[in-house]
């Protein structure tokens, strides 16, 4: 069996996921929740992922599409195409199971799912988007703290800018 073949056995797809939430409430399990782009998935990615696989049972982590990505970051992104970021969140240890969305933003997912938990980063803080759909299905927020200097925003302009000092003549 491929690498690939094995993580998409984590993949949950949209129509799919919540027939997969009832039967994982079924079983009696909590259910934590992150969503985003992880585009060019790094250090401070693989922190908040740990961190919120700690807070259930269960880890759902829903990627956002190419198409809402470009909608919402810029018609340039994602650099890191969604079924490879697929792949590569699958096949953390932590993540118990990974899904996708077309909207640019997390509310009607996470209304489908309606988490015990649901994980943000200190930059989007305790009065995100997501609060009021979160706490009124039961669940509740849990904010971690991002390590300094670790983003991919970044990484992007550190790239760019070892791109221009190389010159022409490198590329």
Not at 11 to 19: H, V, Y
Not at 123 to 140: A, D, F, L, M, P
Request: charged share 25%.
């Amino acid at each position: 069996m491929s690498w690939q073949t094995h993580c998409k056995k984590k993949w949950i797809q949209p129509d799919e996921l919540e027939d997969k939430v009832a039967s994982l409430r079924q079983k009696g399990k909590t259910i934590a929740t992150l969503n985003g782009s992880f585009d060019l998935l790094h250090a401070g990615h693989l922190h908040m992922i740990f961190e919120a696989s700690k807070q259930a049972d269960i880890l759902i982590v829903a990627l956002n599409s190419d198409a809402s990505i470009k909608q919402y970051k810029s018609p340039l992104r994602p650099i890191i195409p969604l079924n490879y970021r697929l792949e590569m969140m699958a096949a953390l240890e932590f993540v118990s199971f990974v899904t996708w969305f077309e909207e640019t933003d997390p509310r009607a997912l996470l209304t489908k799912i309606r988490p015990d938990v649901h994980v943000n980063g200190a930059e989007y803080g305790s009065n995100c988007i997501e609060k009021e759909v979160v706490c009124n299905g039961g669940g509740r927020l849990h904010i971690v703290q991002l390590i300094d200097g670790l983003s991919t925003s970044r990484i992007i302009k550190t790239i760019e800018s070892l791109c221009a000092s190389s010159g022409p003549q490198n590329r």
